[in-house]
């Protein structure tokens, strides 16, 4: 396997490049109109060497932009931990530029909180099975279960809340998008009650989340849509405003239907075509016209043929095709190929 840092198409070694053409490439992934209003802060002179060095790159792997994302995310959160807001700044800065999932991806790589102390009776809390784990938590209030829950991947998550009673998840869901960081102290203590009211322990492993709203989101993603949707909504009733923060960080299946025909495209080259049929079974006249568009005539052709043959979806089957249309999404938003927040915007803005 080769070296991450190498650029294969440029034959340089990331590790051999000079500071400026790491700026340049840097630049080049946050794409023109982030890099623009960087590049109005230099000097006559830098801006034309900085420009010339743009120009000369090649195309950047994604491992080499995976590299070059990493080194300056790690100065960024140094050089801004006192001013403008420290780690949230770089990441608004960096989801503006290479897309909110990315972003997350990147920052947990190099956020300070990934070198906590380690917490042995939280860990041992964290290698519980889902279904153990939610019923110790559910007696507990909202706040620690959104506690506890940060700390775990959002898959994990997931299911520890399908396991919670219905009247409960929205208010954890709340909890943990508004959730801030705690004291090791605070958790130690809180991890060490818990622990008191099991009677086994097993081996630790790091914590590896902490909460927020792209936390909060990430874990309804990973939900079935009808528990998602019955939380979102509960949850709108009270705080409309932290909802709709929700909302905009997750992926949905209707958001293919704003989405460009090149970025459809994209995405619909990495789904079967058995599940794009079963998914859009039910779907509504408009995304069903612009999903099929996006693909040759035979395929669509061959899409229709299979829902008319299909008979009845259960719903069930559906949400799981759906749900793997939604991962390419998101694997591709991730990688740097499609950015569903300009898309959005684009939609809002031909509303308006």
């Known amino acids: 396997m ?69 080194e300056f995310s790690a100065l960024a959160v140094q050089a801004t931990m006192g001013i403008c807001g420290g780690l949230k700044f770089v990441h608004a800065a960096l989801e503006k530029g290479v897309g909110a999932f990315r972003a997350s991806d990147v920052m947990n790589k190099v956020s300070p909180a990934n070198n906590r102390p380690s917490i042995p009776a939280l860990q041992n809390l964290l290698d519980m099975e889902p279904r153990p784990l939610a019923n110790l938590l559910k007696h507990e209030p909202p706040q620690v279960i959104a506690l506890v829950v940060s700390y775990l991947a959002p898959e994990r998550a997931s299911r520890i809340l399908a396991e919670l009673p219905e009247a409960q998840r929205e208010h954890v869901v709340e909890r943990l998008a508004t959730l801030a960081p705690a004291p090791v102290e605070s958790v130690e203590r809180l991890a060490n009650a818990l622990n008191q009211k099991i009677s086994t322990t097993k081996p630790s492993r790091p914590p590896s989340r902490t ?62 075509l058995r599940d794009l049929a079963m998914s859009l079974k039910s779907a509504s ?42 991962e390419a999404m998101r694997k591709l938003e991730t990688a740097g190929e499609i950015d569903l927040n300009e898309a959005r915007e684009a939609s809002k803005t031909a509303l308006n």
């Open 285 to 326: 006249d408009r995304l069903k016209g612009r999903m099929l568009g996006s693909i040759s005539k035979r395929a669509a052709e061959t899409v229709n043929e299979e829902i008319s043959f299909m008979g009845s979806v259960r719903a069930k089957d559906g949400d799981a095709a759906r749900q793997r249309i939604v």
């Open 211 to 272: 909460g927020g709203v792209m936390s909060a989101a990430t874990m309804l993603n990973s939900m079935d849509r009808e528990t998602a949707t019955n939380i979102l909504n509960a949850l709108e009733a009270r705080d409309p405003d932290l909802t709709q923060s929700i909302r905009n960080k997750m992926f949905t299946f209707e958001d293919l239907a704003i989405l460009d025909t090149p970025s459809l495209q994209k995405i619909l080259r990495e789904v079967d």
């Open 2 to 70: 080769p070296d991450i840092s190498d650029n294969t198409l440029s034959g340089l070694n990331y590790a051999q490049m000079t500071k400026q053409q790491r700026f340049a490439a840097f630049l080049i992934i946050l794409g023109p109109e982030t890099a623009a209003s960087i590049l109005r802060q230099l000097e006559p002179a830098e801006l034309e060497s900085v420009t010339l060095e743009m120009s000369k790159q090649p195309f950047l792997t994604q491992d080499f932009q995976n590299e070059v994302l990493k």
